[in-house]
């Protein structure tokens, strides 16, 4: 049985499911590569650089749930096999090669910038169609992503 939110037009929910689901897979996608960076990365920095892409995880896991839990909320189907991740995200494959922490900082930080870039396009195509809900969902994932970015930018300047 659907939930059948009241007061949300069709296309809003639509919208709204395209957009939280492609958020959540570039999302996942960042979740991976942050532990990839947090394994691998050498160097002076190192136990700084290793907890702080331990705690950005932390921060972004739940944003994760919450869009696949609002997508559920909105009648839709949350995707978050390895699979569905790999074949839908926008952000670049990360380098399997790397260990000085520069070099990491650097492949994540563009895809943190890339992935909240992609949160803002949801939220201005969500903002269009009008759910609110789902809008304030992702303002709180795309503030938080421009916090982490600035907390990994700031290693390398
Ligand atoms: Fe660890």
Not at 117 to 141: P, Y
Request: charge should be negative.
């Amino acid at each position: 049985m659907a939930v059948k939110l009241a007061g949300l037009k069709d296309n809003a929910r639509k919208t709204a499911i395209d957009e939280l689901q492609a958020c959540m897979t570039d999302a996942a996608a960042l979740s991976m590569a942050l532990k990839q960076a947090h394994w691998n990365l050498k160097g002076p920095n190192f136990i700084a650089v290793h907890e702080l892409l331990d705690a950005v995880k932390a921060r972004l896991d739940p944003n994760i749930d919450e869009m696949a839990e609002r997508i559920k909320q909105l009648d839709g189907q949350a995707i978050g096999t390895v699979e569905a991740v790999a074949g839908g995200t926008r952000l670049a494959p990360y380098p399997t090669d790397l260990t000085a922490t520069e070099d990491h900082l650097r492949e994540i930080c563009d895809r943190m910038r890339a992935y909240g870039g992609r949160v803002r396009e949801g939220i201005d195509a969500i903002e269009e169609v009008g759910d609110q809900d789902s809008m304030d969902l992702l303002t709180d994932a795309s503030r938080q992503a421009d916090k982490d970015l600035w907390l990994l930018q700031s290693h390398l300047d």
